[in-house]
């Protein structure tokens, strides 16, 4: 049984920044690739920064590159989100996301297993 358990998320203002976590059971995550989703209200999932298997390879959306960083404890079977110079925009739920496959992709057809989410929220 695959459990991916998210935490770290909350109430900051614009600027501030915030680490999530993403604790990992049943299997090992550096057989998998990993990402980092999210969802506003009224808005569709959407990618926000995956990792290869191997953890080599990174990538993110474009509105946030520079400002979040995706990596990973394989000691503690756990994947991270830090997240920098916050935004507004940058407020929604925040999934952590396991992919079979070695390669991560953009779609949330992509990922096999899902947390449950953290909400994250940006004050102005």
């Known amino acids: 049984q695959v459990q991916l358990v998210e935490s770290g998320g909350g109430l900051v203002q614009a600027g501030e920044s915030l680490r999530l976590s993403c604790a990992a059971s049943?299997?090992?995550?550096?057989?998998?690739?990993m990402a980092w989703f999210r969802q506003a209200p009224g808005k569709e999932r959407e990618f926000v920064a995956g990792?290869?298997?191997?953890?080599?390879?990174?990538d993110y959306i474009e509105s946030v590159k520079g400002r979040f960083t995706i990596s990973k404890d394989s000691a503690k079977n756990t994947v991270y989100l830090q997240m920098d110079s916050l935004k507004t925009e940058d407020t929604a739920v925040y999934y952590c996301a396991m992919s079979l496959r070695p390669w991560f992709g953009a779609r949330p057809n992509d990922y096999d297993y899902w947390g449950q989410g953290t909400q994250v929220t940006v004050s102005s």
């Open positions: 049943g299997r090992t995550i550096n057989n998998y690739a």
């Open positions: 990792m290869t298997r191997s953890g080599h390879v990174t």
